[in-house]
C-alpha cells in the first residue's frame, strides 16, 4: 500500500467492484482473480461478455489468462521492466493522455526520460515475452476509452513490491486512466478485513485512518481523547517482531494470526515464539501458534459477535451476531477490554456500536460510519466525512487526495534468490480456490476438506518427463532454508522450470522454505520467488 | 429457524450471506440477492462457510501452560495471568519490549480496540498484521 499512498495520496482499491465490469479493457497482473476473489472474476467474465477485452500478465496459466485476448507469461519478478516497456511502446505510438499528464499529474519528465533511455527489445527479452505480444497489449491499454487494472499479491510479495505498485500506477497516470469512473487501479485485498485493518492503524506507524504517529498535533488528539502520553517513534514490523529471535519484542499478544504457519522462514518464527518470555494468543482453533503459547484464549467466530468488516472496495458493512459464543468462547473486544481493565485503564463500551462511535470521532475517512446508518444500508464506503456524507464509490475524482499524481519511475531489480545449478527451480506460493489463508477455517469443513485434501505442487509436463514423474508421486522439496514432502500435480498452468504451490497445509509447510527477503519500504516478504530443488521419493 | 444477515469473512470481497441458525446452531449459508457484491452468489468458500463454526477442533475454554502442557483454566485466570505477565515485562524492560499482531479476520472495532491498547494502555506502536503477507 505504500506505493498507491505515494503516487496517489491513498492506498485502497481506487474503483468499486462493480465497475470492473465496466471498463473495456481489464490489465489483470499478479492476481489468480478466479480462485482468490471469485467475485471480482465474475465482473470481469461479464464486462468480456458485453465485449472488453482481458490482458493478464501472469507467470501462470490461470484459468483467467485462458480466457484472456493477450496473455503474457512472462518470467517471475520482471514485472517492472515488462510494465515499462509497454509504457515506452504507448509513449511510441502517441497513445498517452496529453491533457492528463499536464493537469493532473507531476514528475512527468523524469518517467519520460527514463522510459526514452530504454531498450524495449531488451527489456522483452528480460521478461521473455514476445515483443510483438507486448505491442498488441501496448496497443491495446492505450487506446482503450476505459481501462481498469487489477492486481494482488503476485506484484507486492516481491524484494520490489512498492516498486512494482508504482509501476502499474504510472501506467495508469501515462494513459489517463483513473479519477474517472470504471478507470483505475485496483489493488484485490487477500484477506477479509485486512483493508479494515489497515484502515484501524493496526500498523506500527500510523493511528487509525492513516494518521502518522510521529505528528504532533495528531498524537496530541488522540492523547486527549484516551487520557495518556502516546508513543511517538513508529513501532516494530510484523517480521522485526516474528524474526527477532525473542530479542526485539520479549512478550507478544496475537489476536486472529497464525505466524508459525503464515510468515516466511518458519525456523525463525519457532524459535522467536519459543524464545517470547511471555506469549499469550486468542484464537478460535488451536494453531500451530497457540501451541506454543503461555495463555490461550477462547475467541467467538465471526457469527458469534457484531461489528464491521471493510471489503476490498472500502464498503464498511455488519457482520451480525447469528448464535450466542460457543463453550465459554468471549469476544476479542471483551477480551482485550477485561485486560485493559486489569492495567489500570478503564475501556468500556456498551456494544460495537459504541466503539464505532469513537472510530468515527477519532477517524476521518469513516467520520460518517455509525453502525445505524450501516444497518440500514448495504454500508457505506469510506471517505465517507460526516452523517450526511455519501460515502465514495471510485477515489481521486477530479483530483487525486495528494492534489497531483507523481509519476515514481523504477527501474528492475533481480529478486532476492535466483534459480542456479543447485536449486535450478524457482518456486512460487499462492492460494487454491478452497481454502483460505492458514487453513484454520476452511480445513475445519468437510466438503471443502474433500474438494482439496492437500498441497499439490504444479510441475511442467516438460520437467515432469526429465525426472521421470508421474502425477500423485511424492517429492522432496527443497531451498536453502529447510525441505518438505509434497505431492506433484502435473500442469501446464506453470511454464518449464517454475513451480507452484500453496501455503494453507500444515502438513506441507511452505514457509518452511520461503525467502524472507522483503522489499524495504513496505516490508512484505519475497513469498513469490525462491530456488528450489526437486527429488522423487522411492 | 432464523437466518442473519451477515458478511462473508473468506476474501476482500466482502459477500453479503445469510446464516441459518436452528436451536442455536448455524446449519447452512446462502447468498444475498440483492447485495451490491454477491447478488445472489457465492464461491465454494461461502457456501460451506457454516461448516467451521461448530467444528469440534473449536477452542472452547482458556488454557495456560504449566509444565509445557496447556492445561484448561476459567477466564479470571487467564486474564489475572495475562495482565500480570504484560505489566511485569513493561515494568522490567519497557513497553516496546512487548509486541501485538492484530487480525484482518477481526472486525474493524477489535482492530481498533487492540491498537488503542497497544498505545494508550501499553505505551508502545509495536502493532502490526498480516496484510503483507
Redesign the interface.
Known sequence: MAGLATTFGSGAMTNSIEEIGRADVILVIGSNTTEAHPQVARRIFSALDRGSRLIVIDPRRTALARRADIHLQHRPGTDIPLLNCLMRLILDDNLHDDVFIEHRTENFNELRDMLYRLDPTEKAAVANVPPAQLKKAAELYGRANKAVICYCLGITQHICGTDNVQTIANLAMLTGNVEKEDTGVDPLRGQNNVQGACDMGALPGVFPGYQAVSNEAVRAEFSGAWGRDLPAEPGLTILDMTHGGGKTVKGMFIMGENPLLSDPTLEKVRNTLENLEFLAVSDIFPTETAELAHVVFPAASFAEKTGTFTNSERRVQMVRRAIEPIGECRTDSDIICALARRLGYEMNYESSAEIMEEIALLTPVYGGMYHDRLESSWGLQWPCFNRSHPGTVFLHKYNFARGRGCFVPAAHQMPGEQPDEEYPFLLMTGRVYHHYHTGAMTRAGNILNRESPEALLEINPVDAESLTLASGEMLNLATRRGTIKIRALISEQVAPGMLYTSFHFTEAPINLLTNAASDPKAKCPEYKICAAQLEKIN | M?E?????????????LY?R?EN???TGSSPSR?????QG?L???GW?I??????P?????????RKDK?VEVD?DE??????E???R?KEK?G???????????????????????S???????????????
Open positions: 432464523a442473519i444477515l451477515t458478511t462473508c469473512v473468506y476474501c476482500g470481497c466482502g459477500c453479503g446464516l441458525v442455536g446452531r448455524v440483492n447485495h451490491p457484491v454477491s452468489n464461491c465454494v468458500k460451506h457454516h461448516e467451521f463454526i461448530h467444528s477442533r473449536r477452542l472452547t475454554r482458556p488454557l495456560i501452560r496447556l477466564w487467564a486474564l489475572d495471568f495475562t495482565a505477565s504484560l505489566a515485562l524492560s513497553p516496546d519490549s512487548i509486541g501485538l499482531l492484530s487480525s484482518a479476520k477481526c472486525s474493524n472495532e477489535e482492530n481498533f480496540l487492540l491498537q488503542k491498547f498505545r494508550a494502555v501499553l505505551g508502545t506502536n509495536n502493532i502490526d498484521h498480516c496484510a503483507r503477507l
